[in-house]
């Protein structure tokens, strides 16, 4: 008895230790959605005192809590849009086209991924200083512009690179201009790839503190209202909208991972091969670091 | 026909040059500010004062010191935990891949403030898991683990495991599992088939991994900083301070020069000794 169980580990090892080890990484989450549940006595959210619904109902009850809320939704709007749009331009370029300078556009690209945040912010803030920028609101907005651009760069290549084009030049067959070529066919199979990058990107837009930290002037995010907060005792309301950004999140990363999915279906008009997976699997976050560059 | 060959630069264009204006522009000042003196009373002259950078790397080479041990142990756990989960993600994971792999950016979906706060609750002197750490004497009767050189590293370890769970993943997903049953057939062990095939065909993913993780721990100064003590202090915390509180802008930016050089040839050194098979790997993959 005791020795088939023991023969069951030993079969299931790998099994059971990915369990284990997908738990240690689940393990925050499910304390800051059991923590925003708590009725701390104190200040300080540490110990487990008792079940409330005050806080979900007060959520938003926190005035400049709220404020920098919001000012990190409309920081991570804008900064998304621009962004998608900066990178996805380069993305194609960098795919569809040879042109000289390519290795440098590159290196450009993937330098500010492989660099500390810290040293980012600290730069932004040196240029700043010397030029008498006041910072705020518009500073916050250029270094999140900047740091998401190389991430959308990566995640839109990478659906670039698995894209058959034979599509295309069936619509250009079948009588299409260039432009009704890319509005109907290329844009469309595109999209979620594009989805995806928009969806990281305001990931660690909304996500950032380090850059934002050197960068914000008066201007307060999320992040940093929390920050400041740290020292007084961080309020359960923080954990309430953090579990409100997390189901958010998750419930849009499983929407562009289905969107994937429908795409490649799309696309797998050929009975042999459905159109192979962007490099890194299906899911819309590329091998590469929200913290490297957010 | 001159039109055509300016498109990938117009395409190009207005994202390089935001690059070029924010990035790269912002470290040449950077690096003219650490050559500055004065202070912020009455002003900075840029006066090519070398010796900033000595005198703020022996003023903090304590910090730097610690930086460097905190991600190395840190990168070294990371891969310890990280590559057998890959492995049973890639291998093992059947109908569960994608929701395990899930699991594993789970972590990206909560602000990094947020998850880092929420270990200083899990490790917390009452915490559950402290008490258990107190039993089996891990730590001392009235030991902590907050506020030491081992919560901080737990913390960049947690925090940075999914860059290295990623790379691993995608590097033993793309190999071709009859390789491995070759291997066997040739009447290798399953330790022989794995050291001799499965493990060099996923260096590239744990190089890139272990850079990953490396690079943005060793600049981190939010984990020393909930997690740590001013005893746990990290030279990211010593650069933050500097140039936000201190106001000691020239001290500040020769700093984050020095850290960035000697994260470039910390990173150059391990390409060359531990990476150069891998890389090659990587570009024979890429050739085919």
């Known amino acids: 008895m005791v020795r088939a169980a023991w023969n069951w580990v030993r079969e299931h090892a790998l099994v059971i230790y990915a369990g284990l080890a997908v738990t240690y990484m689940l393990l925050p989450l499910f304390v800051i959605t059991v923590f925003s549940f708590n009725d701390p006595a104190g200040k300080f959210n540490y110990t487990w005192e008792g079940f409330t619904l005050d806080h979900w109902e007060n959520a938003f009850g926190i005035s400049d809590l709220t404020d920098a809320l919001i000012t990190s939704l409309e920081l991570a709007a804008l900064s998304t849009v621009i962004s998608t749009a900066l990178g996805t331009l380069i993305a194609i370029a960098l795919v569809r086209h040879e042109f000289f300078g390519r290795r440098a556009a590159n290196f450009l690209i993937v330098i500010p991924m492989a660099t500390p945040e810290v040293v980012i912010g600290a730069a932004l803030l040196s240029m700043f200083l010397i030029y008498g920028i006041t910072l705020g609101f518009t500073t916050l907005l250029i270094a999140h512009i900047m740091f998401s651009i190389s991430f959308v760069v990566v995640v839109v290549r990478s659906r670039l690179i ?122 819309p976050i590329p091998p590469a670091p929200g913290s490297l560059g957010g | 026909m001159i039109r055509r060959r300016l498109i990938p630069y117009f395409l190009l264009g207005p994202g390089l040059i935001w690059l070029i204006l924010f990035f790269a522009i912002p470290m040449y000042f950077m690096g003219r500010l650490a050559l500055e003196s004065g202070t912020l009373e009455t002003g900075f002259q840029f006066t090519w004062e070398w010796s900033n950078f000595t005198d703020s790397v022996s003023r903090f080479d304590s910090q730097f ?89 737990a913390g960049l370890t947690y925090n940075f495991l999914p860059f290295m769970v990623l790379p691993i993943y995608a590097s033993l997903e793309r190999i071709d599992e009859r390789l491995i049953e070759a291997a066997k057939d040739l009447y290798a062990s399953s330790r ?75 990173v150059f050194v391990y390409i060359r000794f531990a990476g150069s098979e891998a890389l090659m790997g990587d570009e024979a993959e890429d050739g085919t």
Request: no cysteine; aromatic share 12%.
């Open chain 2, 65 to 153: 010191v610690r930086s460097f041990l905190y991600a190395g142990t840190a990168t070294i756990i990371a891969l310890l935990i990280a590559y057998p989960l890959a492995y049973a993600i890639a291998f093992r994971g059947g109908r569960w891949k994608n929701a395990l792999l899930l699991a594993v950016v789970a972590p990206f979906f909560t602000t990094y403030l947020i998850r880092t706060i929420a270990w200083t609750t899990i490790l917390s002197d009452d915490s559950f898991v402290v008490d258990v750490m107190r039993t089996i004497n891990l730590v001392g009767e009235d030991g902590r683990v907050l506020a030491t050189g081992g919560a901080v590293i």
């Open chain 1, 162 to 283: 698995g894209f058959d084009r034979s599509l295309e030049e069936a619509a250009r067959d079948l009588g299409a201009s260039p432009f009704q070529t890319f509005r109907l066919v290329t844009f469309p199979l595109l999209l979620p790839g594009i989805m995806g990058a928009a969806l990281l990107a305001f990931a660690l837009s909304i996500d950032d503190f380090v850059i934002s930290n050197f960068n914000s002037g008066d201007a307060v995010t999320f992040p940093l209202w929390i920050f400041g907060a740290a020292q007084r005792g961080i309020p359960v309301e923080v954990y309430v909208i953090a579990t409100m950004l997390f189901a958010v999140t998750a419930l849009a990363m499983a929407f562009t991972v289905w969107q994937q999915r429908r795409a490649e279906r799309l696309a797998a008009v050929l009975p042999d091969e459905p159109a192979s997976e962007a490099p890194g699997g299906p899911m």
């Open chain 2, 192 to 266: 022989q088939a794995f050291l001799r095939v499965t493990f060099p065909l996923s260096a590239p993913g744990v190089v890139a991994g272990t850079l990953l993780t490396f690079i943005p721990a060793a600049g981190d100064y939010v984990n020393a900083f909930f997690l740590g003590s001013i005893n746990q202090a990290m030279i990211g915390n010593r650069i933050q301070s500097l140039y936000l509180f201190e106001r000691d802008y020239p001290t500040a930016a020769a700093l984050s020069f020095t850290l960035m050089a000697a994260i470039l040839i910390a």
